[in-house]
């Protein structure tokens, strides 16, 4: 592909997503070839369209050299004229999970800063051989054809969307426009390391296997289209979310769903109700399908959540005690977020007033589910509750509000978007 194709596929893709009407658009920049090409893309297009845009990167501070390979890479970007962000992951690093512990603080950074920066889209850097071996990964794992689709072109997020412009160009041709724009980048020494999948990947695959493989995941596209159709039928036509963050489906309705379907809407359910940034893995939703199918089906968890039979011949869904985060001290706040519920209150708290779970489920007859009293948020003082805000209680006459509002999302459209060609 020439140097003129890229930019031509980069903005046939930037006319799918309507890049022109979006405002200010943020794009994530590691300082590889791959997302410095796209932060020059997307430089040549706001240019062109008099719009504006921020570059921000991230340092995980997982290697020696980050540090200095994040503040290069600001450098050579703002030669170019490009605003930019650095963002770092603080904090302790887990001893295990550290791939997928470095990917979650990523997002959560890039979405934060989206916000401050008023972004309502983030642009990231994956091509196609990253489609490719995304496919091989979840193919040698034994994902369904969920899983099998890649990464969609297009995500939706609480601050707006993730757009991946580039999901059909070959990071050869992206390195190739960097060189065309005299623009050096990093490289990080880990994306051959084999002590990564896509490292050990990455050593052996031909030409020839990932294009097989990025061909496959257009097939495997189709069928999720299909799969989030039928599962956005369901979640907006049979499934009750209730404001106190817990949600309820019919069991008939659910058998007639293809498994599929069945195992995609139990992921979606399960990811929202916790408000995770992923599903349980394949093999522990088919567990769960089989139990749930089953005439003797009580309760299990998974995923942060209780499952279990309910009234009316209904499945319930809320969280699980003992994954909720600790209790937390209010002081100093009357606006606050803890676990999925946003909080107003209308007085100064006291230095002794923590959010926590309420767990004292002995709160009488409730027009919902006893059984979830147990995870709603409630404040707590020296002497005891406080206020249970979803039960009506409160001990004086301070006044809270509390809203459910969780980061993930369900599906109510179809999700899935094919690479722009």
């Known amino acids: 592909m020439s140097v003129e194709q890229t930019q031509a596929v980069f903005y046939r893709a930037a006319a799918a997503f309507g890049l022109s009407e979006a405002g200010k658009i943020a794009v994530a920049v590691s300082g590889g070839a791959d997302s410095t ?3 020059l893309l997307t430089r040549q297009f706001v240019a062109e369209n008099s719009g504006e845009m921020i570059a921000l990167i991230v340092d995980h501070g997982l290697r020696p050299c980050s540090a200095e390979q994040a503040r290069l890479t600001v450098e050579r970007l703002t030669r170019r004229g490009i605003p930019c962000r650095l963002l770092t992951w603080e904090g302790q690093k887990p001893a295990h999970g550290i791939e997928q512990a470095a990917r979650e603080a990523r997002y959560r950074l890039l979405a934060e800063v989206c916000k401050e920066e008023n972004c309502s889209v983030l642009l990231l850097g994956h091509h196609r051989q990253d489609q490719a071996e995304t496919f091989l990964i979840r193919k ?3 994902s369904g054809a969920v899983g099998l689709a890649g990464m969609s072109a297009v995500r939706k997020t609480d601050f707006g969307r993730i757009l991946r412009p580039l999901l059909s160009i070959s990071p050869a041709d992206l390195r190739e426009y960097n060189r065309f724009c005299n623009m050096d980048w990093v490289e990080d020494e880990t994306n051959l390391s084999d002590d990564f999948d ?3 990947l990455r050593r052996v695959l031909t030409p020839e ?8 995941t257009l097939i495997y596209g189709k069928e999720r289209q299909k799969i989030e159709k039928e599962a956005a039928a369901f979640v907006t036509g049979k499934t009750e979310v209730s404001d106190r963050g817990y949600l309820l489906f019919p069991k008939d309705a659910f058998y007639s ?6 195992l995609f809407c139990l992921g979606d359910f399960l990811r ?3 408000d995770r940034p992923y599903a349980p893995r394949l093999d522990s939703l088919k567990s769960l399908l089989k139990k749930i199918r089953t005439l003797s089906f009580g309760g299990v968890t998974l995923g942060g959540c209780r499952i279990a039979a309910c009234s009316k011949n209904r499945i319930l869904i809320w969280r699980e005690l003992s994954d909720l985060p600790a209790s937390e001290p209010v002081a100093g706040r009357t606006v606050f977020c803890w676990d999925r519920f946003a909080f107003r209150l209308d007085f100064d708290p006291s230095d002794s007033l ?9 709160a009488g007859k409730r027009s919902f589910p006893k059984r979830t009293f147990c995870v709603l948020p409630a404040l707590f003082d020296n002497e005891g509750l406080f206020i249970a805000p979803h039960l009506g209680y409160k001990r004086t006459k301070a006044g809270c509000q509390v809203a459910f509002t969780p980061h993930a999302s369900l599906c109510k459209t179809v999700q899935w978007t094919s690479p722009v060609m």
């Open 257 to 262: 769903l293809s498994e599929e379907t069945a």
């Open 198 to 200: 896509r490292g050990r």
């Open 37 to 39: 090409a796209l932060c």
């Open 140 to 142: 040698a794992r034994g």
């Open 272 to 274: 929202f109700i916790a």
């Open 354 to 362: 923590v959010v926590a779970p309420l767990k004292d489920a002995n």
């Open 209 to 216: 296997q990932i294009e097989t493989a990025f061909r496959q």
